[in-house]
């Protein structure tokens, strides 16, 4: 995991926004009795279910798990217009405002993902669904059972008003990704038909799939697009029982939840209140904890990690601490060079840019070695480009020979690396160099853009921990003239200048699954540079990704999706639109010594599957299962 940008994680019941696949009967491969029209109980990208029908439930929770107890952490995962620091919105799902974290958990979903397949969802709101033989069209069978907390059937017309008012009125991110669905309609309370556009991502019907449930009696007499601190009116595990804004919000556990004794829910959802608190700083937060004002917390910074965890309850036992595997694809992070401004548009630019940021350095004297450096989109999975195109991949690219930078057909790009010294000399000189190339000159001791201004970069952040990191960097920057300044934020303004793309700089990271589709739109498309808060941060736009992404989507195989992803790859890196950082293998979790896990923790889910899978040791008189 990351030093500081903690990854937008989901849990399996929120939105799988960040790249799940999606079954396409006949076009992406067998999908067993789905290719009939046969009613299924799950649907994977390719068709491959581990589970069968009538599963009990899923291999990694411990249904023996006793329900009780209080969950306590910060924010450690994000997803649309939520904030890591605070909130003041209980609506989760459009752009206004900032989101409070856990909504997802008071809303059911069609379907919900198992946490040990890259890409399976079985039933959940939905008991089944048939996909007709083109992949197009999916009837879902909402399950009679299945209630909003006000106990109120939910039914398929509350589903196809949840679809249509996420498409026209929710996040952007949502609107773009189910922008391939074309219809969706109640046949009666029990059936839900959705229908496809024709050429719509692999991952686009899971993503539907995965999407909140919402009562349309509720929003009879409410705006579905407004910031609000009512309390919506949800039908998941839990529901809001009191909050602060900007300070914390709670959740309890409903006891005669409908939902409980599904397969996909059997051993999970344990905890009788889960609570988020929300600190501005992350030194305080540390203290916080500390202090015993929340029990769970997932370490991102390797000099907290490795420095101050010496306090008396973690000396003798009360506050335990364990390294738990990442396996999953670890994506990109870095700092993204935003190309809609002028200054940008050069990628000889962005390129010394790159060659002023010391990693070895940094990892070596900030984060006591604990990092690797990130060079792909698509790190630490088989879609990532490495030495020279295979035939695959340059039968995908050759049509676009002289429309891209050569660099394209041969080894990809990888960063630079240093000396270690901070300030490797080779490195500035090949910087300055490629600044002359590009027009930027030096003036009286100052680098000036090629309109003859001042060349200044503003690096926009939202929290102090991160300033070490940038001091070094902007060093470099000012040995070749350019003038380079941090600007820290609040949250809410920060997300206001994200979404607005009202920035030169900024860090985000974000990852794919193994089996991406639709989701590679929202950050690679031209539409989703022009489109406010996409996560298109560098503005990308350039009709040949297009090209390549809509091949990617269409890939009717496995091996046909890897190589449309290494070709695509190769695209991004030699784009120079951002300067990647660094990743690790590892979940770094810290805890009062109250909490039991499954001993084997699912591969695919975020957190170490925290707090889902967990459970009270208070409610129990044994111990953890570790």
Known sequence: MSEFSRMAFLSRRDVLGLGVGALSASRFGSAGAADAGVDVHGMSAFGDLKYPAEFHHFDYVNVDAPKGGLFSTIPSNRAYNQ???????????????DGAQGMGMTFAT???????????MYGFAARSVTISPDGLTYRFTLRPEARFHDGTRLTAGDAVFSLNILKSSGHPIVAQQVRDML?????????????FAAKRGRDVPLFVAGLPIFSQAYYATRRFDESTLDIPLGSGPYKVSKFEVNRFIEFERVKDWWGA????????????NVRFEFYRDRDVAFEGFTGRNYLFREEFTSRTWNTRYDFPAMADGRVKRELLPDDTPSGAQGWFINTRRDKF???????????????????????????????SPFQNSDLMAVGPPSPEELALLEPFRGKVPEEVFGMPFVPPVSDGSGQDRALLRKAVQLLQDA?????????????????RIEFLLDEPAFEAHHSPFIKNLGTLGIDAALRLVDPVQFRARRDDFDFDIVIERF???????????????SQAAATKGSNNLAGISDPVVDAVVEQLIAADTRPKLVFAARALDRLIRAGRYWVPQWYANTHRLAYWNVF????????????????????SMASTAGGPAK
């Open 83 to 97: 904030s890591f620091q605070t909130f003041n919105s209980l609506n989760a799902y459009v752009l206004k405002g």
């Open 110 to 120: 069609l379907m919900a993902r198992a946490g040990d397949e890259p890409d399976a």
């Open 183 to 195: 219809k969706a309609e109640a046949v009666d309370d029990a059936t839900l038909v959705v229908t």
């Open 261 to 272: 004794e599904l397969a996909v829910n059997r051993g999970s959802y344990n905890f009788d």
């Open 345 to 375: 548009k050069d990628p000889r630019v962005r390129e010394a840019l790159g060659d002023a940021f010391d990693f070895e350095w940094t990892n070596k004297t900030i984060m006591y070695g604990a990092y690797v450096r990130t060079q």
């Open 439 to 455: 027009g930027c000159v030096m003036k009286e001791g100052k680098r000036m853009t090629p309109r003859g201004e001042p060349f």
């Open 511 to 525: 990852g794919f699954s193994t089996v991406p589709g639709d989701s590679l739109r929202p950050f690679f498309s």
């Open 596 to 615: 039991g896990h499954p001993p084997g923790l699912p591969k695919y889910l975020g957190a170490a599957g925290a707090p889902d899978l967990w459970w």
